[in-house]
C-alpha cells in the first residue's frame, strides 16, 4: 500500500508540475475534468441521486453547469479578472436556479435536502477548484503564485505530520481525524509560514518580476495553512456523515479527487484573495 500510494503520489506531483507550469487552455481542460470527477463524488457522498443508479437530473444539471462556468470563466479571464470574477458570480447565481428549476418542476420526485446539497457540492467542487485557474491566469506571476495553494495545503499537512508524530499530545478533533494533534495543527501552521517565506525570498523575489513582503508572505502562508486544515476536516466530516471511507478510488492509494485535494480546494481560494486583495490596493496607492 505504501509504496502504491508513494508511486501515485509522484506521478500526481509530476502531471501537476506539468499542467501549472503550461497553464492556459491545458490547465482549464484539466481542471474542467477534474471538476467533474469531484462533483460525483460529492453528489455520490451525499446521496444527490437517492437509491437511483443511474445519474438524475440534479446530477445532469450541475454537470451541465460545470461546464458552462468553466467555458464562461475562461473567456472572461481572457479579457479581465474583473470580468471574471462577475462571470463567476452570475454563473453560480444561474446554477442554483437551474437546481430550483429541476426541484419545482420534478416535485415531488426529489427532496429539498438533495437540491441543497447539488448547490453544495456545485460550489464545493467545481467553483472552489476554479479558483487554481483564477490564481495561474487571472494575476500577475500567476505561474509563480499558484504554487503557494499547494504549499499552504500539501506543505503544511508535511509539517504538521512531522510535528505530530514527534511531539503530539493532544488531539484537535478526535471524532474527524483522530491521529491529528494540536501540536501539529500548530506545527503545519508554522511550517506553512516559513515555506511561504522560503519560497517568496529565493523564487518569487529573485525570479519573478513581483516583489512580495516577508511578513505578508508569512502571514498568508499562516492563514492558508489553517483554512486548509478546516478544509481537511470538513471533508473528513462529510465522509463519516455519509459512513463512506474515501470519495474514490481513481488514485491508487489516496482515494479519489476530493481525498486528494480536499485542503487544497479550500486554500486556492484564500491565497487567491490575499494576493487580489493587495494587488487593487497596491494599484489604488
Given at each position: 500500500?505504501?509504496r502504491t500510494?508513494?508511486?501515485s503520489?509522484?506521478?500526481?506531483?509530476a502531471?501537476?508540475?506539468?499542467?501549472?507550469?503550461?497553464g492556459?487552455?491545458?490547465?482549464?481542460?484539466?481542471?474542467?475534468l477534474?471538476?467533474?470527477?469531484?462533483y460525483?463524488?460529492?453528489t455520490?457522498?451525499c446521496?444527490v441521486?437517492?437509491?437511483e443508479?443511474?445519474?438524475?437530473?440534479?446530477v445532469?444539471?450541475?454537470?451541465v453547469?460545470?461546464?458552462?462556468?468553466y467555458a464562461?470563466?475562461?473567456?472572461?479571464?481572457?479579457?479581465d479578472?474583473?470580468?471574471?470574477?462577475?462571470?463567476?458570480?452570475l454563473?453560480?447565481?444561474?446554477?442554483?436556479?437551474?437546481?430550483?428549476?429541476?426541484?419545482?418542476?420534478?416535485?415531488?420526485?426529489?427532496?429539498?435536502?438533495q437540491?441543497?446539497?447539488?448547490?453544495?457540492?456545485?460550489?464545493y467542487?467545481?467553483v472552489?477548484?476554479?479558483?487554481?485557474?483564477?490564481?495561474r491566469e487571472?494575476v500577475?506571476?500567476g505561474?509563480?503564485?499558484v504554487?503557494?495553494?499547494?504549499l499552504?495545503?500539501?506543505?503544511?499537512?508535511?509539517?504538521a505530520?512531522?510535528?505530530?508524530?514527534?511531539?503530539?499530545?493532544h488531539?484537535?478533533?478526535p471524532?474527524?481525524?483522530?491521529?491529528?494533534s494540536?501540536?501539529?495543527?500548530?506545527?503545519?501552521?508554522?511550517?506553512?509560514?516559513?515555506?511561504?517565506v522560503l519560497?517568496?525570498?529565493?523564487?518569487i523575489n529573485?525570479?519573478?518580476?513581483?516583489?512580495?513582503?516577508?511578513?505578508?508572505?508569512?502571514?498568508?502562508?499562516?492563514?492558508?495553512?489553517?483554512v486548509s486544515?478546516?478544509?481537511?476536516?470538513?471533508?473528513?466530516?462529510?465522509?463519516?456523515?455519509?459512513?463512506?471511507?474515501?470519495?474514490?478510488?481513481?488514485i491508487?492509494?489516496?482515494?479519489g479527487i476530493?481525498?486528494?485535494?480536499?485542503?487544497?480546494?479550500?486554500?486556492?481560494?484564500?491565497?487567491?484573495?490575499?494576493?487580489f486583495?493587495?494587488?487593487?490596493?497596491?494599484?489604488?496607492a
Amino acid at each position: 500500500m505504501f509504496r502504491t500510494r508513494l508511486l501515485s503520489g509522484i506521478l500526481l506531483v509530476a502531471v501537476a508540475l506539468v499542467v501549472l507550469l503550461r497553464g492556459g487552455s491545458l490547465l482549464a481542460v484539466v481542471l474542467f475534468l477534474v471538476s467533474m470527477i469531484a462533483y460525483m463524488e460529492l453528489t455520490d457522498a451525499c446521496k444527490v441521486r437517492g437509491e437511483e443508479f443511474e445519474p438524475g437530473a440534479l446530477v445532469k444539471v450541475g454537470l451541465v453547469m460545470t461546464l458552462v462556468y468553466y467555458a464562461a470563466l475562461g473567456l472572461a479571464l481572457a479579457r479581465d479578472i474583473q470580468l471574471a470574477l462577475c462571470t463567476m458570480v452570475l454563473v453560480i447565481a444561474a446554477a442554483f436556479l437551474a437546481f430550483l428549476f429541476v426541484y419545482v418542476f420534478a416535485f415531488p420526485k426529489y427532496h429539498a435536502n438533495q437540491v441543497m446539497s447539488a448547490m453544495f457540492c456545485f460550489f464545493y467542487g467545481p467553483v472552489m477548484l476554479s479558483f487554481l485557474y483564477l490564481l495561474r491566469e487571472g494575476v500577475t506571476e500567476g505561474v509563480y503564485l499558484v504554487w503557494f495553494a499547494f504549499l499552504a495545503s500539501w506543505g503544511s499537512d508535511t509539517c504538521a505530520y512531522c510535528v505530530g508524530v514527534l511531539i503530539g499530545k493532544h488531539k484537535m478533533a478526535p471524532k474527524l481525524s483522530p491521529k491529528k494533534s494540536i501540536e501539529g495543527a500548530v506545527g503545519g501552521v508554522a511550517g506553512a509560514a516559513l515555506l511561504f517565506v522560503l519560497y517568496t525570498h529565493f523564487v518569487i523575489n529573485s525570479f519573478s518580476e513581483m516583489k512580495m513582503s516577508l511578513p505578508f508572505a508569512a502571514a498568508l502562508g499562516a492563514v492558508g495553512a489553517l483554512v486548509s486544515m478546516v478544509g481537511d476536516l470538513a471533508a473528513s466530516a462529510v465522509k463519516r456523515d455519509h459512513e463512506i471511507k474515501d470519495y474514490g478510488k481513481l488514485i491508487p492509494g489516496h482515494g479519489g479527487i476530493m481525498d486528494r485535494f480536499d485542503s487544497v480546494i479550500v486554500a486556492a481560494p484564500i491565497v487567491f484573495i490575499g494576493i487580489f486583495i493587495t494587488m487593487v490596493l497596491s494599484a489604488g496607492a
